[in-house]
């Protein structure tokens, strides 16, 4: 989709830093909600026992950002030295050119030659309420076995293995014993039909895939291999040799297997060495390959490799989430997602944290789930979506105040832009009020976090991710790949290469160099797809995806900031807002809203919220339509999807609702949308 802006695209946003909102003079009307002026600088206790606390970092990986990568990677396992930092060829890049690493090894052995060995690297949470510790010494051994039971089943170095898996150990597991033996796995969510499994398995060449019978999601069993079989039927995923079944869900009996293709994991392990030496991997050598969706086409290839990305992935980990030896740190991504590679796998265990996983949904078997778990495991750093705090915000704060939420230090968010207000729910309801909340932004392209407060240095604003990364060189710029003024709004881009980056498409690199290079032709700088805006102190606004963006009336308008506006308002739980065609002003706003538990959706609430909106961005943000609903179309990795919302608020056909985490919430919308303008 061709991003609607206009040249010279800026968001006609102001803020100030007095209080006082003041409209920008050549956009009358409009005042920014990012006119946040609260402020949470961290507690001096936090700032004195924080990972990092001198704020002269930033300048000093500015002044050499080689050099300041070079000092985290020293602090990873290597088998032989690097000869340079970094290579960079616009645009590609390599890391640590020449050095040898296994990844595996440095998650697991270098931890278990200390006291290191009888921690708790895994805890695991079922849906059903069933538990499990590995200590990192259990993970080590569990790895080194599938490792050996993987080149049991032939696969070698540069191999691709697909995993779709539910939320369970096995999945680290997996994952871990690939990168030993130098295997490229590829992680299916395992809430993803059988054709989006069969589509990524064919465009990566696996040779093994790996499933479970079922995880459980709501109480009821997610039947995995009946969906991996539909993949693989008639022979329409020719790469494949065999599949290892993990039996999680039931009676292994009653799950059919076939014969020479199909191995249960428990059997392949009763046979399979107990030790399997880590390959020795070049820095530069292929990780894995994840399938990001992305709006348009199929979904794309996304390549990591290895010393770089861990690199990164360990740095950010312990200076973002601050992480200590005793921390119990828990990220509720799947690890379908980079956010479950880099924050659930690769950087905790890589710094030897104790880490959370939890299988199921957060209201099963009550709403109270998380909040649960939070208690029964003294979880100290939390990291969750914003889609999950809009669901908890909805569904009231009596289910957190059953809880012991006192564990908790430091609170993280990932996946869209927080909304302020949801910020603000998050700080007071989940953090007492005593917990830094680090937003940050990055992408499965990325690798790592980008742009995130170091939360014992940076104080935070609710909804701003804040301040890049200390040796990112992030921007916003202008069509023409302009640094845009201070204040000013514009394309979110990345100047300077990273170690975490995406090393290209899997097999389309001509894809990549278009996708991701070539909006600001020769100027070599990454487009991440996101608008975004810089305030006077520097601090980063992610406005959403460009795509996104509204032209009302000859004004960029953001629909992040229409958003929060409308969950600013008390009755709000989630709003999703787009521009449909109009007449005269080119696009209006139409805006579609889930109220809180308990309030009623009336003609006359809808007025408020048209109102409250015009009082706090201006009129030219006043929705011409709202429309209530109980849910919000969204990706399974629950971001809101507004072009399905323009198709039904233009009156167009649905165009892909693949990647739809429950399309009938689409199209119920779009049957009430219609009957409501008639
Ligand atoms: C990690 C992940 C990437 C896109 C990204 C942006 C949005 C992620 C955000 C955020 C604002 C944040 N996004 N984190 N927007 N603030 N803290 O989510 O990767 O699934 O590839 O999505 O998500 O639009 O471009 P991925």
Redesign the pocket.
Known sequence: MTPRLRPGYTFRMTTTTSGTPTPPAESPGIVSSLNETRLFPPSAAFTTAANVSDPGVYERAAADPQAFWAEWAGKLDWISPWRTVCEWTPPHAKWFVGGKLNISANCLDRHITSARRNKAAIIFEGEPGDSRVLTYQDLWREVNQFAGALKGLGIRKGDRVTIYLPMIPEAAIAMLACARIGAIHTVVFGGFSGDSLRERINDSGSRLLITADGGWRRGNVVPLKQAADEALANNSCPTIENVVVVNRAGDPRHVPMTEDRDHWWHRLLEHAPRLTAPEVMDAEDPLYILY?SGSTGKPKGILHTSGGYLTQALATTQWTFDLKDEDVYWCTADVG???GHSYVVYGPLAAGATVLMYEGAPDWPQRDRFWQIIEKYGVSVFYT??TAIRAFMKWGTEHLEKHDLSSLRLLG??????NPEAWMWYHRHVGGENCPIV????????GSHM??PLPGIVATKPGS?TRPFPGIAADVVDEAGESVPPGGGGFLVLRKPWPGMLRTIWQDDDRYQKTYWSKFGDKNLYF???GARRDENGYFW?L??VDDVMLVAGHNISTMEVESALVDHPSVAEAAVIGRTHEIKGQAVAAFVTVKEGIRQTSELAGELKDHVAKKLGVICRPDDILFSAELPKTR?G?IMRRLLRDIAEGRALGDTTTLADPSVVAGLKEKYESSEG
Do not use: F, H
Not at 413 to 418: D, K, W
């Open positions: 990001t997602w980079v956010t979506a914003p968010s990932v996946g869209e832009p927080i937003d940050t932004w990055w992408q499965t392209e990325t742009i995130t991710a991440a797809g996101d992610l959403g995806r990795s971001k």
